[in-house]
């Protein structure tokens, strides 16, 4: 059992669990496994350059090299490593607000290390077992400032610039003060769009909005597109992993129907999570593609991209996986896809009205941590009569039940929350509503 990584790395509060101490320990462990030149970025949080100087110091002292590749959004740091190191450390706490930070470790192909090595690193922390070389081993420190450049221009070779230039598009950008503001703007900007920042000044107290790319908080966003009559609006998260958008209309794109999007362009075999709507099966099916779910997390998704040649990777998250460019979610090239899909089809608001869309609810039942396993298994064991008869389930990630209609019940316990979570799909109001009531009851019952 796992008791410092949770799905994305070490996410703490800075300075009060993430301390200095805590990190240098953590990477003196993550050192002691890993050999050769480890690249160290992270994004814009005031606690970012006090952490990463710990991370250093600690790689360091156990005969790794470190490139410190400064400010940058998570996918350059991958792309980065993947091209010309043998690890990297990442310092993010992604969407989370401004006072957490974190601590992600990824492996050469600039992917999140396995479970095993995440238990191993536990241990050498724990006992304090981190291996110092002697003074002569020491490692030592470079640059790349070069990487964000270069990184922009294997965007550009990898879209359609020439339609993206015709189109001559307005697009709002917020990169909520996150690190994605030293690359969106800029890469819209060389293919010719006008674009208009909004939260792209660096700043880690997020004095615009939270980091996280919410409707709610993106209000502002959704104003300025319709108001400056732009023809799309793109937000990322603190370190530009995801991408939402705004369609010109100033409404939220809403991510099942963005997926859908996508991977209708893209075609083949298209890998989605647990959670995903059931009208990207439907609109798949139309272009001769196939859906492929995992369970929920980017790691899965970047997993079964490899093993079944997938064309596109998506979750309904703002989560998107490109494999033809990144095994990992990449929010500014993602943001690049959508504005190439518009320039060639649009407006966005047609594209997104034209998939269609089903009655959704998402609900949570508060269930304490210790009691979650106990829980599902009783889920698997005692599903009501109206949920066994004519179905289907699946356990890939919690338990998946769909209906002879169509209309499906996901329950699975929630990886960072005492909660279990329920999300009900289904083409008739009073199906989902009927489904939710009956989800609901059984669970209260069950726990
Ligand atoms: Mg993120």
Redesign the pocket.
Known sequence: MKKLFGTFGVRRIANKQLTPEFASRLSAAFGSLTDGKIAVGGDTRTSTPMIKHAVIASLLSTGCDVVDLGILP?PTVQYAVRKYYDAGVII?A??NPPQYNGIKFVDEHGIGIKEELEEKIEKIFFEEKAERVPWDRIGSTTKNRKIIREYIDEIIKRVDADIIREANFTVVVDCGSGAGSYTTPYLLRELGCEVLSLNCQPDGFFPGRDPEPTPKNLKNLMDIVKVSKADLGIAH???A??MVAVDEKGRFADFDKLLTLIAKEKGGKIITTVDASISLDECLKEVGGEVIRTKVGDVHVAEALIKEGGTFGGEPSGTWLHPEFSLSPDGIFSALKLVEIVSKEGPLSRLLDEIPSYYNIRDKIPCPDTKKDNVMEKVKQQLPKQFTEKIQIDNIDGVRISLEDGSWVLIRPSGTEPYIRVRIEAKKEKTAKKLHNMSRSFLEKII
């Open positions: 998570t993010t992604s969407h998260d603190g370190d992993d995801r």
